[in-house]
C-alpha cells in the first residue's frame, strides 16, 4: 500500500482479482468474506469494484444492520492514516455508532471459552446473543469436550442415514417375521401394517419432523432465558445462542452427533409409547429423513448459492430470522408452520 489514494489502491486490488468494494469513499477488500455474507457471495461479485453505499442502506436486496457494518470494517483497506490526506475531503469511515463488533463487544473475553462466561452477563444475555460477529468461538476449556461440541456439515448424513437404513430394515423385518399379523390401533380405528404400509407411515413421520422443526425452534431454541436462571441462559446459549452469536462458523451450524442422539432417542421413545414398535420405526426413519433434510438445507442456506428462486427465498427468509426478526421465521426448511402460528416474515418473496 503507497498511499496514492484509494483508486490506485482499487485498481491494483482488482487486476489481482481480489473482490473490492467502496462505501462512502473507502475501500473495502472482502475477498476473505465473500464466502461468510450472509446475502450470499453473488451480491458481492455482482458489485466488485462499485460504490456500496447506497445499495448497503436499502431493504432491497438485503439489510444491513450494524452487525453487518462491523464486520465490514475489518476489511477496509485505504488507511487513512498512510495517505495522510485525501482530494475527495475528510474520508467518511464507518461511525462506532453505526456498527456492532468483536472490538465493541466486549461483554465476553473472546480469548477465553465462552460458556463459563454466559451465567456473568445475566440481563444483558438477550441482547448480546442476537447481536451477531463474524468469528469462531471456543465454547469449553478441555479439549475433549470442545470437540464433541463442533460438527461438520457432512458428519450427518455420514451417521444419520445408515441410522435410518438400519431402522427401515428392522422395520421391515419386525413386518414380515412376526408369527400374528401387526395390528395397529390409532383413534380406535384396527390397522394391519404390512410392508406396504411402511410407506405412509414414513411420509407422516416426515410430516411430523416439519413440526418438530416448527416447534424444538420456536419454543426451545428461543426461549427467553430468565437472567436469574444461569444453567438455562447455558442451556440456551448451547441449544441456539451460539448459531445465533456466530452465525458464520460452519463447524457450529448442524446438530452435533451427540445432542442429536439425545434426542432421536427421545422421539423415537415416544412413538414407541403410542404405536407398535415396528410403525414407531417406520416412522421414526421418515422423521430421521426430515431431519437430515432440514440439518443439511439449514447449511446450504447459511453458506450455499442457491440456484433455485425455492432456496434463494428460504436463504432471505432465514437471513432475515437471523439478522432482523429474531422473533418470526422459525420455519428453516420450509415456511409453513410459520402461516397457522402466525409468524410469517413480511414482505419475503
Ligand atoms: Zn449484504
Ligand atoms: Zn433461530
Ligand atoms: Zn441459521
Known sequence: MGGTGDNSELRQ????????????????????????????????????GQDVTRIMEDQSPHKHTKAAFGIMAKYRVDDVSEQGHKQNGEPQSLGKDKFY?????????????????????????????????????RLFHYDFVETFSKCPWFMVPIIWVPVALFMLLRCYTNITTSPEPV??????????????????????????????????????????????????????????????????????LVFPTVPATIFATLILGLYGLFAPWPVAQAMFV?????????????????????????????KRYHVKHHFEQQQLGFGISSKFWDYPFGTVIPDVD
Not at 473482490?19 to 458481492?44: M, Q
Not at 466486549?106 to 471459552?113: G, H, I, N, R
Not at 428461543?222 to 442451556?235: E, F, G
Open 183 to 252: 395390528l395397529w390401533h390409532p383413534f380406535g380405528i384396527e390397522l394391519t401394517v404390512t410392508p406396504v404400509a411402511m410407506f405412509p407411515l414414513v411420509f407422516f413421520g416426515g410430516v411430523l419432523w416439519t413440526f418438530c422443526e416448527y416447534t424444538l425452534h420456536r419454543w426451545l431454541f428461543h426461549m427467553r432465558p430468565p437472567s436469574s436462571v444461569p444453567i438455562l441462559m447455558s442451556l440456551h446459549f448451547i441449544l441456539h445462542g451460539q448459531h445465533h452469536k456466530t452465525p458464520m462458523d460452519r463447524k457450529r
Open 101 to 137: 463488533s468483536m472490538e465493541t463487544d466486549t461483554l465476553v473475553d473472546w480469548s477465553k471459552p465462552i460458556m463459563s462466561q454466559i451465567p456473568s452477563l445475566g440481563d444483558e444475555y438477550y441482547q448480546w446473543v442476537h447481536e451477531p460477529v463474524d468469528t469462531t468461538l
Open 286 to 314: 421418515g422423521t430421521l429423513i426430515g431431519y437430515i433434510v432440514y440439518d443439511l438445507t439449514h447449511y446450504y442456506i447459511h453458506h450455499g448459492t442457491p440456484f433455485t428462486a425455492y432456496f434463494r427465498s428460504l
Open 13 to 48: 486490488r482488482l487486476r489481482k482479482g481480489r473482490l473490492c468494494v467502496i462505501h462512502s469513499g473507502n475501500v473495502y477488500d472482502v475477498t476473505d468474506f465473500a464466502d461468510r455474507h450472509p446475502g450470499g457471495k453473488e451480491w458481492l461479485e455482482k458489485y466488485v
